[in-house]
């Protein structure tokens, strides 16, 4: 088949590729338009899009400012380059409150986002009734570092474990719209052990263009967390934050309670995070805290959880909220508060054997995992990825999405779904 790609605004046809290039990559280039489309579709209008036989087309909302330069390209990866928005905004940004916090606000940001520059795995294709994300989030949660890296309980190489799950993390091969992690970001709050932290997480944060969320446990100690963090006044105040990530709100929130392990929003954080949800965003919002707001069977989380919840149920009734991250519990669960689905992602520094009686759970070096989460329009999914080395097959692969896209979605029932036997 002979796919051409063709880009179209108001102002008339942006010239095909040129034919010497008509017969490369064809499934990649299938597999653009639908990048092409979800990028646009993150910020600027799109007015429709059509595939024809052996044609993939595009047109874009000559409002939104989209501009496809005509200079010769080659294929996907160059066009999405090239693509670029008036108005320059970007996603990103956002502040803690009360101190000023590394941001990727930048157009150079948002583009490179959406190149797959630097070995980045190939885009995204759509054979299901669901177009790609809207945003993705790398969710980690409980790092529990220590200064000099002492081992964590005596046994735990928090590091270690860390290294290994960052190492998972760039496998992805995305760039994910945030970086969140969601408390006991140390074990003791020691400024050595924030810095080690920063260390590890600020290259992956800027090697993939997104801002790193830095949440509040209850380990955590808020003056050494805001000067080696946040570079801001080692105070204690609540570390709080709101960041826009291209029309998703995440808005971090404090849960932890200076001397103490177990959580709470006092009456500030409160009446700010009201104020915050009075204007809904335009993709809703997701809230990132420590203490999670469901229960555990678990007897000792009981005693160090969130208290007064229903406080915070009737501040985000009727909002916009809807998904909260969390942590604390060292192992990954889910449930719902106040309608909202709440997320816990597993620790990476140690997990619960949870395949014990409740009352003889304790941790184990074993199981860490951290989430990969998926917005879309409709609902949000959150993905426990596994941070173990072990065999994988090799069915799937890229070859395979190739051979896949180049098919009619009928032939790819034909080919993929049929029984054989
Ligand atoms: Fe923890
Ligand atoms: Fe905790």
Not at 99 to 107: E, K, L, Q
Not at 175 to 188: C, F, N
């Amino acid at each position: 088949m002979d796919a051409v790609l063709l880009a179209l605004d108001r102002a008339g046809v942006v010239p095909p590729l040129p034919p010497s290039h008509r017969h490369r990559h064809v499934g990649l280039e299938r597999a653009g338009a639908n990048l092409l489309e979800n990028l646009l579709a993150k910020r600027c209008e799109v007015r429709g899009a059509r595939l024809g036989e052996g044609v993939l087309g595009l047109q874009v909302g000559a409002d939104a400012g989209v501009v496809l330069r005509s200079e010769p390209f080659v294929g996907i990866l160059d066009l999405v380059a090239m693509v670029g928005t008036r108005d320059g905004a970007a996603g990103g940004a956002g502040c803690f409150g009360g101190g000023s916090h590394p941001t990727h606000a930048s157009r150079e940001g948002r583009v490179a986002r959406a190149t797959y520059a630097g070995g980045m795995a190939s885009a995204p294709v759509r054979f299901g009734q669901y177009p790609p994300a809207l945003r993705t989030i790398v969710h980690l949660s409980d790092t529990h570092f220590l200064d000099a890296n002492r081992p964590l309980g005596g046994r735990f190489d928090t590091a270690a474990n860390l290294g290994r799950t960052l190492q998972k993390v760039r496998g992805l091969g995305i760039r994910p719209d945030a970086i969140v992690v969601t408390g006991d970001l140390t074990d003791e709050g020691e400024p050595g052990a924030y810095r080690d932290l920063r260390e590890l997480l600020e290259p992956l944060a800027r090697e993939l263009a997104a801002p790193l969320v830095w949440v509040a446990g209850n380990h955590d100690e808020r003056p050494a967390l805001r000067e080696q963090l946040l570079d801001a006044e080692p105070t204690q105040e609540p570390v709080t934050g709101v960041w826009d990530l291209d029309g998703l709100r995440l808005i971090a929130l404090d849960t932890s309670v200076p001397g103490w392990h177990h959580g709470n929003l006092d009456e500030g954080q409160l009446g700010w995070l009201r104020e915050q949800l009075a204007t809904p965003a335009p993709l809703g919002t997701l809230i990132a805290m420590h203490h999670p707001p469901i229960p555990s069977h678990l007897p000792f989380f009981d005693i160090l959880e969130l208290r007064d919840q229903q406080r915070l149920a009737r501040v985000i009734a009727g909002t916009d909220v809807r998904g909260i991250l969390a942590g604390h519990l060292h192992y990954s669960t889910s449930g719902t508060f106040a309608g909202v689905p709440v997320s816990v992602s597993a620790a990476t520094c140690y997990t619960m054997n949870l395949a014990r009686p409740a009352q003889q759970v304790n941790g184990m070096d074993a199981g860490q995992s951290f989430h990969l989460v998926h917005v879309y329009e409709a609902t949000i999914t959150h993905a426990v990825v596994p941070v173990v080395d072990a065999d994988t097959g090799d069915y799937f692969s890229e070859e395979w999405v190739e051979r896949m896209a180049a098919l009619t979605p009928h032939e790819r029932l034909e080919a993929f779904s049929r029984k054989r036997s």
